[in-house]
């Protein structure tokens, strides 16, 4: 399985970014899908997760400004990331799981300026 993670930038405060993350095997819309995040320093940690169904769930810091989201018919999920903070900069990762399985993509970097 192969994931690619796209759509980080530098951005300031208050701003928004959307990532994608494209996956290349056909167990796609059978897996449960997640974003991480890690800043410079600290562990990897889950942002969001959405299942096969579309039930997600979110880190207390994000929620009501992220949003995950999915497209089985093209293999794709999204973060949408709102009303940005400073702390929100890190490289943010997708991650997919089917059963035991896990995959990670390569990252992409969000900066938030202040």
């Known amino acids: 399985v192969q994931l690619q993670a796209s759509g980080g930038g530098l951005v300031q405060a208050g701003g928004s970014l959307r990532l994608s993350c494209s996956a290349s095997?056909?167990?796609?819309?059978?897996?449960?899908m997640a974003w991480y995040r890690q800043a410079p320093g600290t562990e990897r940690e889950l942002v969001a997760t959405?299942?096969?169904?579309?039930?997600?769930n979110y880190a207390d810091s994000v929620k009501g400004r992220f949003t995950v989201s999915r497209d089985n018919a093209k293999n794709m999920v999204y973060l949408q990331m709102n009303s940005l903070k400073s702390e929100d900069t890190a490289v943010y990762y997708c991650?997919?799981?089917?059963?035991?399985?896990?995959?990670w993509g390569q990252g992409t970097l969000v900066t938030v300026s202040s």
């Open positions: 095997n056909r167990i796609f819309s059978r897996s449960v």
């Open positions: 991650n997919l799981e089917f059963g035991l399985l896990g995959f």
């Open positions: 959405i299942t096969s169904g579309g039930t997600t």
